[in-house]
């Protein structure tokens, strides 16, 4: 069982990592639960998918892309949930993810319920 959770939460940040290296914002968001909670380091804490549409939004006014996670770590918790751990970087930032908690949908997809990541440095473009 392990094997496949790791497997299906990797496929499924590979996707949202795609739609964000696309300019995808709204797919980026439909990875996301409705009542999701988005610690951003040192920004703030975004609550709910409109919260963390409009950090998203505002983000994408400064065109990151390029967007790739390095030393990814997957912890499974059980056949519906695992968390991601990874270091990032971007066109114009870096940092570090402390807890992507990613849940099974009963539909089979997985979908972000905790986004926890910090920013370590923000190059100015």
Do not use: H
Not at 5 to 21: D, G, P
Not at 85 to 102: D, V
């Amino acid at each position: 069982m392990s094997q496949i959770v790791i497997e299906e939460v990797l496929n499924a940040s590979r996707k949202w990592i795609a739609s964000f290296n696309r300019g995808d914002v709204e797919g980026c968001l439909s990875g996301y639960l409705p009542d999701a909670v988005m610690r951003v380091d040192p920004v703030g804490e975004f609550k709910g998918a409109g919260a963390i549409a409009l950090f998203w939004r505002d983000f994408a006014s400064l065109n990151p892309s390029q967007l790739e996670y390095l030393d990814v770590n997957i912890k499974v918790i059980d056949a519906k949930s695992a968390v991601l751990s990874a270091n990032w970087r971007m066109n114009i930032a870096n940092g570090f993810i402390s807890k992507e908690l990613w849940v099974k949908q009963d539909s089979g997809e997985w979908k972000l319920a905790q986004d926890d990541f910090s920013v370590l440095s923000l190059t100015p473009q």
